[in-house]
């Protein structure tokens, strides 16, 4: 056979912005052999006709570090056209860390990101203690996408210093031994360093995650090891002083101190950026700190999303009144008795009632806001338009805890309400997708899988921004979810259609491809819940020139691998 796979009559869309064109595009021994008008033979053809062929999406921001022992294909997000993620952002990785010491970093998963403790001790084999270790694990299992780690800072952190990690500033020898131990690391193919100083990252007892009682001087020191090596990207969850305090001297010290690392290093620093609506001027300093560190010698790029950062409320999975005390004895009930007494209507104004009282706004993710049910939205399509719970309670006339109760009963209890915790205003979530220095990832796939799907925001940037309001052609969006993020996390063979690259390809439909409705599903180890979301319009997934998914359904094939760094 000429070819092992050849996608025939499909318009090529090759990632690099350029106009499409017709190509058929045949792959052999995993890399894209040719490209053009193919006509000899191949043990397995994909007839295209009408669709796009375009490279693999490239997700540089999720937490997957668990969820790859027990879900090969990487769901949600193989579902959207992914191919290849880096996980171990925000500092929480599984390793270095030994199988004794697994609550240490275990607890940070569970509470900083939501990923079910049952879960992850019923799916993971703990089988390493270092870092090298823990990617040669990651290396044998069977995988349907492509994976490439950081090394978190609780992680190794906690390694070192044990429970002090959790108390106190690190000693020079502590920092001797945490710089060796990231030096091994990216050694072995680590592809960059992360942390978190996110005051919301905290341990299940309350206390701040490991890596947030770290000085500043130790970040230096941290990154300052890539800087040596000239390899690793530094990824980090930031302090939230330009949100509590935006024209404060201590937001432009901090911006400071980021860009000057970037100088002094040499290393790319990376981080989300998103627009909130009590702090709107917030952002656009975010990205006016990326041009000002290129101005200084120093590189930074901002991860962006394509819409609101959404917790999906439901009686199924969560509501923001489940821990009040009028609340949290009903919503223990069997779903099925919430119902049958819902119906009456003394239980209804009781609950209605102890609604009033402050809504748990850590339910929501979010702060205070001036009235939370202006940005509570009833969820029944994707696309919209969504209508607030406040203005159903208006046109009803009645409380709008009691418009919530209403409406999710109409539909036995299986409807979705969703509120936005960030990127509230659409133009703003627009200008940052189109800064040049932001790329347009962080599904955080793998994480807070009870609250938010942000699996599908490759599949919205292009149902929703190209198909719908037409401010960007197919060509900058495909562009947008895999050169630019391939050419910032350095996988230098992936991301464009090109003979010798890697044949991670999708085939998709641009006149349907979109997001599904979000579901529940019970599909973790443990049988722990999760939000899933499926995409239609995708109609082959290809990694490394095998069919990994053909219209939302896995072949069987496996062919996903561990992506290690530039130094391994
Ligand atoms: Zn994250």
Redesign the pocket.
Known sequence: MAYDLVIKNGVLIDGSGLPRYRADVGVKNGRIASIGRIRENAREIIDADGRVVAPGFIDG???MDAQVFWDPLGTCSSWHGVTTVVMG??G?TLAPCSEKDKALVVRNLERA?DISGAAMAAGITWSWTTFPEFLDAVDALPKGINYAGYVGHCALRSHIMGERAFEQAASEDDLVLMERELREAMCAGAIGFTTTRSPIHETPDGRPVASRLATWDEIRRLVGVMGELNAGIFEL?GEAVGREAPDSAAFREYHVRLRDLAVETGRPITF?NFSRLEARTVWPRYMALLDETAAAGGRMFAQVHSRGLNVMLSFKTQLPFDNLPAWKPFRALPLEEQQRQLRDPAVRRRLVEGAHEQPDRKALGTEARPFPYEWIFVYDTVQGPHRTVAEVARERGIDPAAAMIELALEKDLDRFFVHPVANEMQDDVLEMMKHPRAVVT?S?SG?HVSQIVDSSLQTHLLSHWVRERQVFTLEDAVRMLTLVPATHWGFADRGLVREGFMADLIVFDPDTIAPEMPEVAHDLPAGARRLVQRARGIAATVVHGEVLLRDGKHTGALPGRLLRGPLA
Do not use: P
Request: aromatic share 16%.
């Open positions: 921001h999720t937490h952002n925000c929480f990101e969850a989300g962080f955080d994480a």
